[in-house]
């Protein structure tokens, strides 16, 4: 009983640091405002010893309502415009091989990680999946961990105050996202809560990656391009999935002193900074040879977890089904790819090796 009244108060506790955050950030008219609000509100606390807490079961749900949400953008004319991102899914491919192959490089060259831990380290493939994979595979799971986590917050922190302060970009009207909880009927909110928790379950059971979010948005899209209904979340789910998502990310660092591992946080920051400036570089030369804008094309490259750029993409009033098909297309790629080439990397460093010494047994 005392334990689930602790959790129960670090929760509240956690909650209310994250609304807090995300309320004063809303002043400001950022856009993303709860989210990133709570994320640097509950970063701040974390990385001063604070004991918060958002269950994973929680951050689940939240996803799986995020799932529905962007399932909803899922329309005819968007199917019919599939084919019209072949170019960008093509250039993304290059992107994903690219990009994380001079991260590896630099992180190993530069400041000697070993070779796993800075093969995963690279690889924005997923946190959780990279994690879990780069630990099996020898990798400093921690070190991978922290580097993926610092990523993912200075793009959901940089790209929001990009727009806010160049060009003005305020956070679009919660109304023209969805409507709110009173206003949705009892059908609707049937329909939307069984296709959340059957998506979520079958794609669990599929072991499909990031499954509370895709799960869910695959069987949102197809009920909405069924015509059963038109509806999406109320916006007082979407505001609370944005302050649990944004904290989530914040207790990440829990147990991380900024003074016990700055070359780690250097490596984090310096790496998140290179992805999310490769990715404005992409976006500005895909630009001109697509009907995709800037910010969306930016928003679909950039190196954030798919859960976050899915909001932010709501946020900017950028199409929401383009950006997550990018990264879910990136995340399905690298998880299937990455075990597998790190595999043929260690064999070719092995024989390059076994090669070098036999080179010096007959000298």
Sequence with gaps: MAIQTNITFRLAVTISIGAIGGWIMSLAHIPLAWMLGAMIATSIVALSGGNLLIPMKLRAVMLAVLGVMLGSSFTPAVVERLGDWVNTLSAMTIFAFCVPAIGYFGLKKFFLFDRPTAFFSAVPGGLTNMVITGGAMGGDDRTIALIHSIRIML?????????????????????????????????????????????????????????????PMIASAAIHLAGMTSAKPPIELVNLAQIVVGSSIGCRFIGTSIRKVPRTLICGILTGLFMLGAAALAAFLLAPYTDASFTALW?????????????????????????????????????????????????????????????????
Excluded: C, Q
Aim: charged letters at 15%; hydrophobic letters at 55%.
């Design 155 to 215: 793009t959901v922190l940089i790209i929001p105050l990009w727009f806010r302060i160049m060009e003005g970009t305020t956070s679009i009207n919660a109304s023209d996202i969805s409507a709110t909880l009173i206003d949705l009927g009892v059908k609707d909110v049937f329909i939307l809560s069984f296709v959340g928790v059957a998506g979520f379950f079958t794609a669990k059971i599929l072991r499909i990656p990031a499954y509370p979010l895709v799960g």
């Design 299 to 363: 928003l679909a490259f950039a190196p954030g977890g798919l859960p976050e750029m899915a909001l932010m993409s709501i946020a900017l009033g950028v199409d929401p089904a383009f950006v997550s098909s990018h990264h879910l297309y990136r995340v399905l790629l690298l998880v299937i790819l990455a075990p597998i080439f790190y595999t043929f990397l260690e064999h070719w460093v092995k024989r390059k090796s076994s090669v070098v010494n036999s080179d010096d047994l007959t000298d």
